[in-house]
C-alpha cells in the first residue's frame, strides 16, 4: 500500500537550496511550506520560484503553501540567546525596539488596555510563560511563571477574544496579492476567528484561486468551527496557539473532533505543530512523537506537518523520510471500514445544497460498491478536485486517482488524502473521458486489464456537482 496520508514541510535556511530541497521531494515531501512570519516579501518570492524551478526538474506532484502571518504580536529582538528565570520580574512595554535588560518591547499598540493585570502570556509555543502583576500608566509588571530561553523576535501571545487586529491583516492582504499574482497553489490565513474573516480574503475560488487553508487556533474558532469549515478550502489543526488559547488538556479531543468534522465536509485537515520538533537536533524522533504522528493518521488526518523541524534541522530530508515511513506504517492499520461507517452514521452534516446533497449520495454510493465488489482503484474526473475530495472523507481502500485538465487543481490534489493526482488535457463527453482515464490509468501502471474500477464523476460542467458513478472492467 502507497502512503496515503500527505507531508507538508515548511522550507527555510536549513532548507532551501536546490539539492536538500530535491532530496526531501524524494523522501517524500508532498507540500512546500513557506512562512511568510520571517524574511521579506521578495525572500519569500524568491523561494516560491526556486521551490518551483526544483520540482520542475522531477517527476513529483508538490504543491507550495504560502502561509501568512496573520496579526502575530512579537516580543522585540533579544540580540542573542537569553535564559529567563522562572520568579525573575521585567516590564513589557509597546514599541518596535530592540528588549534590554530589564524592559521587554511588544510590536502591539493596544499592549496596556487588552492585557489585564492577572493574564497569562506564552512566548513562543509554550516555552516561557509570563504572568502579568501590575499595570503601570506606561507599561506592565510581569513575572516569569515558567522559566526558558528566547531569542530573536519570539511571539507573544494574547488571549484573542481581546485583540482589536482583522484577520487578514493588510500586511497578509499585501503578500497575498503578491504571491496570487505569482501562482500561488494554497494559502494558510492565520487567528481566523469567524467564517468572515476566511472570506475577507476575496480570492477566488479554487482552482482559479489557491485553496484557503483556515488555521484553528483561537477559542472563537473552535466555537465557530462549522462555519469556517465550510468557507475554507481545508482547515490547519494549529496546536501551538490552540493549545495557549485553550486547556492542554482539551487538546487532543479538539484534534480528533476538528479532524472529524472537516472531513465530513470534504476538506482537507492538517495537522501541525511539535509533530517530530527533537528532529531539529536530533537523527531520530522520541517515542511518543512517533506515536503522536501515527495518533494523528488514526484520527483520519489528511495531511501532516512538519515546521522548525525542516525549516531550521540538521537533516531536512531525514526528518520527511521518517515522517513519511511513521505515516505510511499508520495507513496501513487504519480502521478504513470503522471510519466510513462513522461517517456516514455520525458526520454527513445537513447537505448545503441539492448538488451536496447528490454528492453524499454518490460519494457514499462508490464507497459501498468500491468495497463490495474490491475495485482496484477509484478515478474520479474533476476539474476542481471536488469529486475528490468528496470520496477521499470516506477513506477509501481502494487508492483514489484524480483526473483533471486544471494544473492547479493538480498541485492542490497533492495535500488530498489518498490522491494521486494526475492531468488530463480536458474533459470530454462522459464516455471519452471515461476511455481516456482507464487508458491514462492502465499506461501509468495504476490498473491492469481485466480489473474493476470506480470512476466518478459529474454530468455537467458545474463544480460542486457529483451525480455520475460507473463500475467497468478495464479493457
Known sequence: MNRRTKIIASIG???DDEATLKDMIEAGMDVARINLSHGTLEDGLER?????SVVATTEANVAILADLPGPKIRLG????KRHLDTGAEFFLTPGDGPCTKDTFTVDYDSLLGDVLVGDRLIVGDGSVVFQVTD???DKLKIKVQYGGSV?????LHIPSERLKLDTPTNEDLRLLDAFVTAGIDMVALSFVRSAHDVRRVGTEPAPRGPLVVAKIETKAAVENLDGIILASGAVMVARGDLGAELSLHELPHLQKDIIARCIALGRPAITATQMLESMITAPAPTRAEASDVANAVFDGTSAVMLSAET???NDPANVVSTMAAIAKRADEEFDYEGWAHH???DRLIEPQSVDSAVTDVMTMATWRAAMEMGVKAILCISRSGFTVRAIARFRPKAPILGFSPEERTVRQLSMSWGATAIKIDRIESNDESVRNVLNIAKDEGHVRSGDIVAVLGGSSATIGATDTLRMVRCP
Open 151 to 155: 531569542m530573536g523576535k519570539p511571539g
Open 77 to 80: 529582538l533579544f540580540e542573542e
Open 311 to 313: 525549516a531550521v534541522g
Open 13 to 15: 535556511p536549513a532548507s
Open 343 to 345: 461517517i456516514k452514521r
Open 135 to 137: 499595570s503601570l500608566p
Open 48 to 52: 516560491y520560484r526556486r521551490i518551483r
